[in-house]
């Protein structure tokens, strides 16, 4: 996440790996260190091999070595910044975990994850539920990546932590998702909704019904009397939506917590793709950006959340709490700087009701910084950071102030679901995901080209195909170091920030559960 | 807008017509009426007329009598509604204006209306300015559609005021808009940035940077020193946007102003097209649609504001400021009212964060009444209105309570452009404009449809058939009277709402400047 937040990371002191700190917080930490830095588990890095591939002249691409190491034959690269932070601060995890349903009777969520890797590996070989118990569990596919700004500490963290709070969000509500056909029920007790009800889903709610106390079959004297309001029907997409949208905060909550105790530098973005039931649930919380390419065409499948594209979300909280802009900062935008000689005269400013730009007369206060500033990659958050949604950062204030940033951030994800099992999937339809770095330098168009490209001259048996693919992606985004930098084609810039690529084929997807 | 607003409308008492007073407004006023209630005066009817138009058994169909009424042989009917209220409480207006630009060395916005209708019909023919004006005039065609409730008095207010306030704000930028690749200087009285400077242009600058008052010509002594800090480039486009957006925001505090003095009832949806030097604006702020059928191809260029459409936006505001919600209303959503038994277990909801559900554990705060609570049409904000966007409602409150509804509602519109000059319209490609009378009952592909078929059975060069196409689809959403009620295809139920129907063809935009 180049020069994306003003700190004095460039001050850095400290050895990379000296051992228990993460040595990338300029200020240094006496509190311990939780998380150590380290490369995604399932490149199955030395502590050599990491040392070396934190090489900003040589930049080395980093590859998944064993394919088997993750479902569905995914890929995956990556690749350290020019220099901008001795650490990469891309960070990547990806697990395959079984979810077991709540002990029945408890009526609180037991907070003790019921999850568990089905293997030794996170590609989910072997050990699966035993057939008897499928009704009760359920089995999720996670990718994610985390791109970290003023440290590593938390992107580290979340790629250890976020999928264990998924898992336990939807283990509150397996159950529900196991009985198909089954619409949520309102209230968790009371008589559930069903609809288009199969001798299956039959049976099966009845026996959901039992498991979670309800009062009695249809037609028993405790049946509640039919109620006469009507009533949302909630679905079982927007449950999960819901669960990776709570689990979002909980992450955020876990960090503020741990903060206090140990060392967790910075913040991150973090984009996370979960696959349940046949569908795929991308959340996304930053300026990491998912998409599918389908028969060559692209489906967008997140949004980028920055200064720029939450301008009127971020000027509405500033004009309804003036105080979190402490004095210094005006919720107005303006083309470049108001100067003093300017107070009085007439110039553009937008708020937060406006798309359009007008003219207002200028005066005193207008002065201010404004809240946000700069544009495209430069855009700030109160002259402090170019992202606006996230993990972390709970802090971090405004360069000599006491101003946090935090309150302008939000760590809530967009949920986009997509019904794959819907479709049938070629072997070159693919899910990409990648941190900034490539997407700064890469268009969707040029990213779809080029992998459509290079899998249609891969065996399409070779299951190494969709590695070498992010290879070739990290490769065009970072470019051929020539005299005056990173090169790329069209003698545009190549990418001098952190780059992680994941390439996910989705034609597993059809067979999956 | 059937059933918008829970108000005792039902309790009318008044004489429709009786001089004086607009008869809507059960609590009564004795305040004098400024905008007594009246059809458009484009369709030119008589008081009789009028009068005979209000029945609400037979429903006539209103339409444009003569057809060079309105620029583009624009088409346009209307429809009361069935019973709901005793008036019909759409509006709708249409006028081609000219815009001249502000006095030279006036420094404040003149507030006066340099506004003038181009002759006395709003079609726009005869009187256009004099050729050697034209650089410091702009011609404006505008249509716009008001949907009111709580009774007629915004709507109408609206029709007759808000196309001033637009040309208002025009009138500022005149003198930048009327200067092609000159982008909009940041500051007026500073040397204007120049793009692409053709001569023309360059001559047009010069004349403008002169009438503004610069500092002087580049490269003369007073040629301020370059600046090398970044500055936004705003377009054109934009500060048409901007200047719709204001003018609706001023129409609102205008009809504030005036409820304090005069009998001003209800509040209004509002939906206007501006057509301005080559492209189209639509704003909309409420329920009503505008789409666009080019090629019997579908483009949305509205989207609704309603209760669930802005739901985030309305629990944000309330979770920030619960003062707002008096104690009485909760910012969270559940799918039906909570009751008391349900205290301590565990129900659905959501809050602005979410778009997904998730359980909670139902606390005592959770009895309170939803802030938004319903499903689509019949979804409502602190259970009393169905659109959260529009103009006044500023005395609105909750039914027997202190709690304002004005807070939640915005009057800023979302205006999308769509550059008419670039394409090439042909006779059947149109705008169409309706109230949620229409779109309630018909799909926009069914509209489309409709247009489309009956348009190519029309004698093209027939310059009434977009009115008689206005007229098919207010029959079609209207439907017939059978036994028990108003009726349309397939035997579903028909709109008994007030339904009013623009249909603009687009192809005269071709020629237009």
Same mark, same amino acid.
């Given at each position: 996440?180049?020069?994306?937040?003003?700190?004095?990371?460039?001050?850095?002191?400290?050895?990379?790996?000296?051992?228990?700190?993460?040595? @990338?917080?300029?200020?240094?930490?006496?509190?311990?260190?939780?998380?150590?830095?380290?490369?995604?588990?399932?490149?199955?890095?030395?502590?050599?091999?990491?040392?070396?591939?934190?090489?900003?002249?040589?930049?080395?691409?980093?590859?998944?070595?064993?394919?088997?190491?993750?479902?569905?034959?995914?890929?995956?690269?990556?690749?350290?910044?020019?220099?901008?932070?001795?650490?990469?601060?891309?960070?990547?995890?990806?697990?395959?975990?079984?979810?077991?349903?709540?002990?029945?009777?408890?009526?609180?969520?037991?907070?003790?994850?019921?999850?568990?890797?089905?293997?030794?590996?996170?590609?989910?070989?072997?050990?699966?539920?035993?057939?008897?118990?499928?009704?009760?569990?359920?089995?999720?596919?996670?990718?994610?990546?985390?791109?970290?700004?003023?440290?590593?500490?938390?992107?580290?963290?979340?790629?250890?932590?976020?999928?264990?709070?998924?898992?336990?969000?939807?283990?509150?509500?397996?159950?529900?998702?196991?009985?198909?056909?089954?619409?949520?029920?309102?209230?968790?007790?009371?008589?559930?909704?069903?609809?288009?009800?199969?001798?299956?889903?039959?049976?099966?709610?009845?026996?959901?019904?039992?498991?979670?106390?309800?009062?009695?079959?249809?037609?028993?004297?405790?049946?509640?009397?039919?109620?006469?309001?009507?009533?949302?029907?909630?679905?079982?997409?927007?449950?999960?939506?819901?669960?990776?949208?709570?689990?979002?905060?909980?992450?955020?909550?876990?960090?503020?917590?741990?903060?206090?105790?140990?060392?967790?530098?910075?913040?991150?973005?973090?984009?996370?793709?979960?696959?349940?039931?046949?569908?795929?649930?991308?959340?996304?919380?930053?300026?990491?950006?998912?998409?599918?390419?389908?028969?060559?065409?692209?489906?967008?499948?997140?949004?980028?959340?920055?200064?720029?594209?939450?301008?009127?979300?971020?000027?509405?909280?500033?004009?309804?709490?003036?105080?979190?802009?402490?004095?210094?900062?005006?919720?107005?935008?303006?083309?470049?700087?108001?100067?003093?000689?300017?107070?009085?005269?007439?110039?553009?400013?937008?708020?937060?009701?406006?798309?359009?730009?007008?003219?207002?007369?200028?005066? @005193?206060?207008?002065?201010?910084?404004?809240?946000?500033?700069?544009?495209?990659?430069?855009?700030?958050?109160?002259?402090?950071?170019?992202?606006?949604?996230?993990?972390?950062?709970?802090?971090?204030?405004?360069? @000599?102030?006491?101003?946090?940033?935090?309150?302008?951030?939000?760590?809530?994800?967009?949920?986009?679901?997509?019904?794959?099992?819907?479709?049938?999937?070629?072997?070159?339809?693919?899910?990409?995901?990648?941190?900034?770095?490539?997407?700064?330098?890469?268009?969707?168009?040029?990213?779809?080209?080029?992998?459509?490209?290079?899998?249609?001259?891969?065996?399409?048996? @070779?299951?190494?195909?969709?590695?070498?693919?992010?290879?070739?992606?990290?490769?065009?985004?970072?470019?051929?170091?020539?005299?005056?930098?990173?090169?790329?084609?069209?003698?545009?810039?190549?990418?001098?920030?952190?780059?992680?690529?994941?390439?996910?084929?989705?034609?597993?997807?059809?067979?999956?559960?």
């Amino acid at each position: 996440m180049l020069t994306r937040v003003k700190s004095a990371v460039a001050n850095f002191m400290g050895g990379m790996m000296a051992g228990g700190s993460n040595g @990338d917080h300029p200020g240094g930490s006496d509190m311990p260190l939780k998380y150590p830095y380290s490369r995604p588990e399932f490149l199955g890095l030395s502590p050599d091999e990491i040392e070396c591939s934190a090489d900003h002249i040589a930049r080395p691409i980093l590859i998944l070595k064993e394919t088997k190491r993750l479902p569905w034959s995914t890929g995956y690269a990556e690749v350290i910044n020019a220099g901008k932070s001795t650490l990469n601060e891309d960070q990547a995890c990806c697990e395959v975990l079984v979810v077991k349903r709540r002990p029945a009777g408890s009526s609180t969520p037991n907070r003790t994850p019921l999850t568990r890797r089905r293997s030794s590996l996170p590609n989910g070989e072997g050990m699966g539920p035993r057939e008897s118990d499928k009704l009760l569990y359920l089995t999720l596919h996670y990718w994610a990546l985390f791109d970290g700004h003023a440290g590593s500490g938390v992107a580290v963290a979340a790629s250890r932590l976020l999928h264990h709070h998924i898992a336990l969000h939807l283990q509150e509500v397996t159950e529900i998702l196991c009985t198909p056909n089954l619409l949520p029920p309102t209230c968790l007790g009371e008589e559930p909704i069903n609809h288009h009800l199969t001798p299956t889903s039959q049976r099966a709610l009845t026996r959901a019904a039992s498991l979670r106390g309800a009062a009695g079959a249809p037609g028993s004297p405790s049946t509640p009397p039919t109620r006469f309001f009507t009533e949302k029907k909630v679905s079982h997409e927007s449950l999960v939506i819901g669960a990776i949208e709570n689990a979002f905060k909980d992450m955020d909550v876990q960090i503020e917590k741990e903060k206090a105790v140990y060392n967790i530098s910075g913040g991150c973005t973090a984009l996370v793709v979960v696959y349940l039931l046949g569908k795929l649930y991308v959340g996304n919380a930053g300026d990491s950006r998912a998409i599918i390419i389908r028969a060559g065409e692209v489906i967008p499948m997140s949004t980028e959340f920055t200064p720029e594209s939450e301008r009127r979300r971020l000027q509405f909280l500033a004009y309804m709490q003036p105080h979190l802009l402490g004095n210094e900062f005006t919720h107005l935008e303006f083309p470049r700087r108001v100067q003093r000689k300017e107070v009085g005269k007439r110039m553009l400013y937008r708020d937060f009701t406006m798309a359009g730009w007008a003219y207002k007369t200028i005066e @005193d206060d207008d002065l201010k910084f404004p809240l946000i500033y700069g544009e495209g990659k430069k855009a700030r958050v109160l002259a402090t950071i170019g992202v606006t949604r996230g993990l972390g950062d709970h802090n971090l204030k405004v360069h @000599d102030s006491n101003i946090y940033i935090k309150p302008f951030l939000s760590c809530c994800p967009e949920v986009k679901a997509y019904p794959l099992a819907q479709y049938e999937h070629e072997a070159d339809d693919v899910l990409v995901l990648g941190t900034d770095g490539l997407w700064d330098v890469l268009s969707n168009q040029e990213v779809a080209e080029a992998v459509t490209c290079f899998l249609a001259n891969c065996d399409p048996d @070779d299951q190494h195909r969709y590695t070498m693919a992010a290879q070739d992606l990290v490769m065009r985004a970072r470019g051929v170091l020539k005299d005056r930098g990173w090169r790329i084609s069209n003698d545009r810039l190549g990418s001098g920030d952190d780059i992680s690529v994941y390439i996910i084929p989705l034609m597993y997807g059809n067979k999956q559960n």
